[in-house]
């Protein structure tokens, strides 16, 4: 990331590099960068330190710098720069830059030489050839002939003729009444009587009564008043003036004082207990 923001630093026409060496023991190297970098989000903040010849648009050259790191890292990198701050510090005697040449700065060329390691090629070991094993194909099976049924043999079926219906000769002749056999009749069986079952009696059913209706008055909608909101008084500012404080002077007073006699120290006494000590 440091060599893709130092590459587009140095893109940028009027942008000096200084080696720290060769700036003495006082001097300081440029450019000089930091990157600060989250490869989750892939975000990085960064902060430049540029020298710049003198004379150039100091300001152009700077803002020309920002865009080119920005640039840069996005086409080399795929990050999102989140900060880039550029920093001037350092000048150097050289050419000048104008701001024209600034702003007409062609863009760093995304090349970047692809790398691709040596291979290194491994010997193949082969093995030795398996032996091939011969295959015997079956003989092919004789094809034996089947003999197919023959069909059946279809027979005509003739239409049977028409049979003469006879439509004379059933009438009953007088010879026949003598062959005819008695008719057997079965005795009569006697009627039952089928009892109706009684009427069942029809209970007549009370039909409730209409209920009266009620005349419900509504109570009158109630009329809204208007209310008269007092105005609000005008806030007074209270002006107060600091009292004048006057001194006080207090003199003692010869009626209030009254002098009082304090007897003298009494000289302290030994006394003597009958109980058998002796205390002083």
Known sequence: ??????????????????????????????????????????????????????????????????????????????????????TVGGAVAGERTTALAVETRAPLPAQIPAIVPERVLKPITTAHGAPVRHIAAPREAPVRAVAAPEGPRVRGVATPSEVAVRTEGFGPSEQRYDELRPIVTAAPRPLRVIADPAPVNVRSVASPQEF?????????????????????????????????????????????????????????????????????
């Open 1 to 86: 990331m440091e060599k893709v923001i130092s590459s587009a630093i140095a893109s940028v026409p009027g942008t000096a590099a200084v080696d720290a060496k060769l700036a003495g023991l006082a001097g300081r190297a440029f450019p000089r960068v930091m990157a600060q970098m989250d490869p989750d989000t892939q975000m990085v903040a960064v902060d430049v330190d540029i020298a710049v010849y003198w004379p150039s648009p100091v300001t152009d050259v700077a803002a020309a710098v920002r865009t080119a790191i920005r640039e840069a890292v996005r086409d080399f990198t795929g990050f999102r720069t989140t900060r880039v701050n550029v």
């Open 212 to 280: 009266a209706l009620r005349r419900i008055t509504t109570p009158r909608p109630v009329q809204p008043r208007h209310v008269d909101v007092p105005q609000a008084p005008a806030l007074r500012s209270p002006h107060a003036e600091p009292l004048q404080l006057r001194p006080i002077e207090i003199r003692p007073s010869a009626q209030f004082t009254r002098r009082v006699d304090v007897p003298r120290p009494t000289p302290l006494r030994a006394i003597t207990i009958n109980q058998g000590g002796h205390y002083e």
